[in-house]
């Protein structure tokens, strides 16, 4: 057993630990202080003065496992050499690069098993390091471990490879899937063969304000010169909340914010960031927002904007987006890739009318006579949208 730390306290304790676990054992600990990305290649490690045993030969462990860094900060001088090193990834995330030289530690057929976040499994950014496990890999098991690390809101999956090459050509497209059954398969095939569009290159988005002191900008009772301000947890389907918050928009004292057009647009949609299921609400007042409310422009030819924000906040969208997705972040990658159907003239009408008038009534009746429209443009069956319903209904 050899182990690998950057921490030398780690490294002690580890040693220690060990001594006190096997007391009647004479042996001592392979616990190295390295760093395993950037201070060895594999063969460093067999050569290290204190090492004890040279019949080892490199690359020949059976099994090599972690928690990795998640989302390490690197100096440039470390980005350049992981570049160099790693060139197959291009995020430069550090738990890819633990993962890609732990497949050159392990021997062939031998195993690699890591901690690893749950946005691994679909998240954009990470397709290249998916791309490497499909390819150089045999994927053996995910296991969705929850929030098990204290203070950490991200849920964490265990995921188990053989390294070896796979048996037959895995899914290195689009995500893992580990959320999805067999019917939601079904009815994720039916959906995606409809014709369809996306957003990507079709919509403009933009992040709402990062003041950098909200105790000092956001106001809880309206004066001269401030205007109505939203969160996130004022979007609902469709509208935003009376306001309870008001911002004087001074943009060059705020850390973070966008071009003024966008908040200004004629039409935009606001959308919140933090959520498990997409939630957008119609804007044509120009309202500002916070960071947890982020901001959609499409330009989808001849696709009403009323007409869009009624697809999105549809319950076959919400289940698209949670089997899919399954994130606590509404990423501006994840919106890009949803299936936007291609509806008839009368489709959107029907849904620009009906979006009106819920804008103005409230009336749930008109979400359902929205879903129903939805629902028989991709000829779902009873079954099929009770079980939609079910699972868009659930928290």
């Not at 100096?75 to 497949?103: D, H, R, W, Y």
């Not at 992040?207 to 000092?216: D, K, R, S, Y």
Request: with cysteine; glycine share 4%.
């Amino acid at each position: 057993m050899y182990g690998i730390d950057l921490d030398p306290i780690a490294v002690r304790l580890c040693r220690i630990n060990l001594i006190c676990k096997f007391p009647n054992k004479i042996f001592e600990p392979k616990i190295y202080c390295a760093d395993t990305l950037s201070d060895f290649s594999a063969k460093i490690l067999f050569e290290m003065p204190d090492r004890i045993d040279t019949k080892i030969p490199t690359n020949d462990f059976d099994l090599v496992m972690t928690n990795p860094p998640w989302g390490g900060h690197l100096n440039p001088q470390t980005k350049n050499i992981l570049t160099k090193q790693f060139p197959q990834l291009i995020s430069g995330e550090t738990f890819s690069c633990f993962l890609v030289q732990a497949s050159q530690f392990a021997k062939h057929g031998g195993y690699v098993s890591f901690l690893l976040p749950e946005a691994i499994l679909n998240i954009k950014v990470h397709d290249d390091i998916r791309q490497f496990l499909c390819k150089n890999t045999q994927i053996l098991n995910i296991v969705n471990l929850g929030r098990i690390f204290s203070g950490v809101f991200t849920s964490v999956i265990r995921l188990d490879c053989c390294n070896k090459q796979p048996k037959q050509k895995q899914n290195e497209k689009q995500v893992f899937a580990i959320h999805q059954t067999n019917k939601d398969r079904c009815i994720l095939d039916k959906i995606d063969s409809s014709p369809k569009t996306t957003l990507k290159n079709h919509a403009q988005f933009a992040l709402g304000i990062v003041t950098g002191n909200n105790e000092q900008h956001v106001l809880s009772l309206q004066n001269q010169g401030s205007e109505p301000i939203f969160r996130g947890k004022d979007v609902e389907p469709f509208v935003l909340k009376p306001s309870k918050e008001y911002i004087v928009f001074t943009p060059e004292q705020f850390q973070q914010v966008a071009k003024e057009n966008f908040y200004r647009a004629k039409e935009k949609l606001i959308y919140r960031f933090i959520s498990k299921d997409i939630v957008f609400a119609y804007d044509n007042k120009k309202r500002l927002t916070l960071n947890s409310a982020n901001i959609l422009i499409p330009d989808i030819p001849d696709y009403p904007i009323k007409a869009l924000v009624a697809v999105l906040n549809s319950e076959v969208m919400r289940f698209v987006y949670r089997k899919r997705f399954n994130t606590i972040k509404v990423l501006r990658g994840n919106l890009e890739d949803l299936p936007i159907p291609v509806l008839s003239d009368h489709e959107k009408n029907e849904l620009v009318t009906l979006t009106d008038n819920f804008i103005k009534t409230r009336s749930i009746n008109l979400i359902t006579s929205i879903n129903q429209i939805v629902f028989r443009h991709y000829s779902l069956n009873k079954r099929e949208i009770k079980y939609i319903t079910d699972i868009s209904t659930t928290t």
